[in-house]
């Protein structure tokens, strides 16, 4: 079936650092990507989607790339700050039949200051 | 911005109660869903629900669980007789469509703890 795989966290950075979380998937067809981000206390939030191949979603600095051949969709930033310290979450859904999330296991930022 | 509301924040409840969690989708949204989250696990799909009925549930929404749209704009997941392992945070979401192209809007969640 359809899976996301997320890297283990905690991340540590210290503020100014680059940022990548891997997320691969697998799934039939072609599937629309989600990264979500959840800060401390409060819902799951879009951060940014691509819904086709080579497809780059971006939003307040993060940037992920819809990669079909290597069936990933990592999330970076240039440049962490403390504020981005929230556990992040990539996501995939079908684009027919059934549209619900398959969600990863979400990786825990954490940004020192 | 619009929001997605739920009610309580956090519910702790005795095993074999039953307990009722709210959400309040956006407004001129048509898809309601909720989803769960066992502490460290992952986010996982449990019911999605348009024009008054259920269009997919996952083996986790058994018979203990149901939903139901009572008055147009609240969105209840009821447990009928808690068990310890329905202790998990609770999302409620909202789209406009049903589509993979329109990302979910989330509610905060309600953390239910059964003891």
């Known amino acids: 079936g359809d899976s996301v795989t997320q890297m283990e966290g905690p991340v540590t950075l210290s503020e100014e650092a680059f940022l990548t979380i891997n997320c691969t998937y697998t799934?039939?067809?072609?599937?629309?990507l989600f990264w979500y981000v959840q800060y401390p206390g409060e819902g799951l939030q879009l951060l940014l989607k691509?819904?086709?191949?080579?497809d780059k979603g971006s939003n307040k600095g993060f940037e992920a790339t819809y990669r079909k051949e290597t069936t990933s969709f990592h999330l970076e930033k240039g440049s962490v700050q403390v504020s981005d310290s929230a556990v992040y979450f990539c996501a995939l859904s079908r684009t027919s039949g059934t549209y619900k999330y398959i969600f990863g296991t979400g990786t825990r930022l954490k940004v020192l200051a | 911005e619009p929001e997605v509301t739920q009610t309580p924040s956090h519910q702790v409840t005795q095993m074999g109660q039953e307990v009722i969690l709210r959400c309040v989708p956006i407004?001129?949204?048509?898809?309601f869903y909720w989803y769960r989250q066992i502490l460290g696990q992952k986010v996982e799909f449990l019911v999605s629900f348009y024009n008054n009925e259920i269009s997919e549930k996952s083996e986790i929404f058994d018979d203990q669980f149901s939903v139901e749209r009572p008055d147009g704009s609240n969105f209840t997941l009821k447990i009928r007789s808690t068990k310890l392992e329905d202790s998990a945070m609770y999302f409620c979401a909202s789209k406009i469509r049903d589509s993979s192209y329109y990302g979910y809007t989330f509610g905060s969640g309600t953390r239910l703890t059964v003891v």
């Open positions: 407004s001129n949204h048509l898809y």
């Open positions: 799934a039939t067809g072609y599937p629309s």
């Open positions: 691509a819904t086709k191949a080579d």
